[in-house]
């Protein structure tokens, strides 16, 4: 029998929500939640001896410390294997998925399990070091993502040979393998060439990694003259949200005046965000976008000025691609203006 | 986000609370945060102290900008 331990967060513990996210780290006997059709789809060889529960904001406020307590909840079990998620498109938990895998497979030598949506910044974090399930964006491709969790996790414990990504449907671990193919690598470019000039589909043998890097911009040389703007993925509109920014997958950023305001107070503005407590930064948005001591340090003359508008949107589940598309906007906005600096706060 | 920004000339710093993750989007002046709920601040503070902190995270944040950096820098301090 192959005993596995099963990690999920406060939300699919069936704690809570948002405002159950700085729970600790607890161990129940069992399956839990999602555990439940894991338990089904892992089949008669393997069993579920525990599940264990952390919440999403306690892990990525405290990696190293949670890693650790996590981890000797693992150990205590012996297990065989561990699976952990599936996060889907949930940064924090996603973050945490592959943190506790890591950790397991490094210290307890088991074979671990993840699946995420490729978004996921767990997921590019750690597709190199395990194996993660390519899932969908939500909870509703959990259905899905099960099984072929199950499948790679039981022919990893029992070591057999692993395919490539596609074939086992988790993400590309950057790893290359020889193999003999009957026709040469000459034959096979041409063709792939030809494939490509009729339009039809064909598959690349090497894919091109994404280096996507963008290189530091030089310091700002007169920061007492100099205009500083705010941009936000937390979530801060005036109060009653009046472009209805939504509360995940934000389909659009706001941009918002703010000559003369002085202090972001309960009355004035809010969060539109889903994806935290939003109880602190209702009270006082400061604490996510910190106009307050902006205009003291303005007064002081510390900057030069603080740019007139600030710009918002919602960081939570929302696409790399929309991502892009609102800061590039914005930038362009913020160079037309003369801005010299931003900063940028999240959640 | 950042790196959109950055692209376009501007320098950027990120104040978040899961460095981590900043680093994987490629932001490359980076101030850690106090907590994910409330990054530039902290309720169990009176209001004075708590600004203060407010203060001196976003000071760390415009010297992170004053600062000439060739790769990722986190500034914790």
Do not use: W
């Not at chain 1, 609102?326 to 010299?340: F, M, P, R, T």
Request: hydrophobic share 40%; charged share 25%; net charge negative.
């Amino acid at each position: 029998m192959i005993k596995v331990v099963h990690y999920i967060n406060q939300f699919y513990g069936g704690i809570g929500g948002e405002e159950k996210a700085d729970v600790k780290p607890e161990v129940r006997e069992g399956v839990v939640g999602p555990g439940m059709a894991l338990k089904g789809a892992l089949g008669k060889d393997a069993e579920i001896v525990a599940t264990i529960i952390c919440g999403d904001s306690y892990f990525n406020e405290n990696i190293e410390e949670a890693t650790e307590e996590i981890l000797k909840m693992v150990k205590s079990y012996e297990p065989d294997l561990f699976i952990a998620g599936p996060a889907f498109n949930a940064g924090r938990y996603g973050v945490a998925c592959g943190t506790i895998c890591k950790a397991v497979k490094d210290n307890l030598n088991i074979p671990v399990v993840s699946g995420m949506y490729p978004e996921n910044p767990g997921a590019d974090m750690f597709k190199k070091d395990i194996y993660i399930v390519e899932t969908a964006n939500s909870a509703t491709g959990m259905r899905k993502a099960i099984p072929v969790m199950a499948k790679l996790a039981l022919k990893l414990a029992k070591k057999e040979e692993i395919g490539p990504p596609a074939e086992e449907g988790y993400i590309a671990r950057g790893v290359r393998k020889n193999i003999f193919r009957e026709e040469r690598g000459s034959k096979r470019a041409v063709d792939m060439l030809v494939a490509k000039l009729k339009g039809e589909p064909f598959v690349t043998e090497y894919p091109m990694p994404d280096f996507d890097k963008v290189a530091p911009n030089p310091p700002v040389l007169d920061m007492k003259n100099a205009k500083i703007a705010l941009v936000t993925s937390g979530g801060i509109v005036p109060k009653g949200n009046p472009d209805r920014i939504e509360a995940s997958s934000a389909s659009k950023y706001g941009k918002y005046d703010i000559e003369g305001v002085m202090d972001l107070t309960q009355e004035t503005h809010e969060t539109a965000h889903g994806g935290y407590d939003p109880v602190y930064a209702n009270e006082d948005p400061d604490r996510v976008l910190p106009v307050d001591v902006l205009r003291e340090l303005e007064q002081e003359g510390v900057i030069g000025e603080l740019h007139r508008y600030f710009y918002s949107t919602v960081g939570n589940g929302t696409s790399v691609a929309n991502s892009k598309k609102y800061a590039s906007a914005i930038a362009k906005e913020l160079v037309a203006d003369g801005v010299q600096a931003v900063i940028l706060t999240s959640t | 986000m950042v790196k959109e920004i950055e692209r376009a000339g501007i320098p950027v710093v990120h104040i978040c609370t899961v460095v981590p993750i900043s680093l994987t989007v490629g932001a490359n002046r980076i101030v850690p945060a106090v907590a994910i709920p409330h990054p530039l601040g902290n309720p169990d503070l009176g209001k004075e102290d708590e600004k203060a902190l407010r203060k001196q995270l976003v000071l760390r944040s415009l010297k992170s900008l004053e600062t000439e950096v060739q790769d990722q820098t986190v500034f914790d301090k």
